[in-house]
T-cell receptor
């Protein structure tokens, strides 16, 4: 079993819809949680960063962490075709420590 | 924001040759750089962690003699794939941690290596 599980998708939604992404993990030692966006053949781009449990909002993006359930989520409101990409969750056990990635979810936002 | 560059962006080489990939932090000093490998439609697999001035720490299963990592300065790390074979063909991505910023990594654009 992988440490971090993520549905590979693809997740197809119409433009303007809410995109809901999530990851589950097995190691309770993870403290830092991140979401990255990766376009095809490009490096990942950091979208959101959260420490421990709670919610964080940044523009159209909302990240949620529920450590008791070992479950993290990313919501994208008012989705745009430019949001079409692969979204990777990542987490680490300590500050500056190596990241463990989920497998990524491919998202397609159709005009 | 912090910018990380990689060079080259794409390289094609013959089997048996060595290839060097550079990773640079352009506007910040990176005490730690990470090297990842990514196969098509798969996630990033950490290969090694590189700290300036010290030997890299390799993940289990990664051959340190095949993937040579040098972190000569706070802004430059290099990955050399020695005696490359077709199975080494992959997308190689580096990332850098910003000193003073808690647990964020900024990624380079990646290098596509094709070994013929």
């Amino acid at each position: 079993q992988k440490e971090v599980e993520q549905d590979p998708g693809p997740l197809s939604v119409p433009e303007g819809a809410i995109v809901s992404l999530n990851c589950t993990y097995s190691n309770s030692a993870f403290q830092y949680f991140m979401w990255y966006r990766q376009y095809s053949r490009k490096g990942p781009e950091l979208l959101m960063y959260t420490y421990s449990s709670g919610n964080k909002e940044d523009g159209r993006f909302t990240a949620q962490v529920d450590k008791s359930s070992k479950y993290i989520s990313l919501f994208i409101r008012d989705s745009q075709p430019s949001d079409s990409a692969t979204y990777l969750c990542a987490m680490s056990k300590a500050a500056g420590n190596k990241l463990t990635f989920g497998g990524g979810t491919r998202v397609l936002v159709k005009p | 924001g912090a910018v990380v560059s990689q060079h080259p962006s794409r390289v094609i080489c013959k089997s048996g040759t060595s290839v060097k990939i550079e990773c640079r932090s352009l506007d910040f000093q990176a005490t730690t750089m990470f090297w990842y490998r990514q196969f098509p439609k798969q996630s990033l697999m950490l290969m090694a962690t590189s700290n300036e001035g010290s030997k890299a720490t390799y993940e289990q299963g990664v051959e340190k003699d095949k993937f040579l990592i040098n972190h000569a300065s706070l802004t430059l790390s290099t990955l050399t794939v020695t005696s490359a074979h077709p199975e080494d063909s992959s997308f190689y991505i580096c990332s850098a941690s910003v000193e003073g910023e808690v647990d964020t990594q900024y990624f380079g654009p990646g290098t596509r290596l094709t070994v013929l």
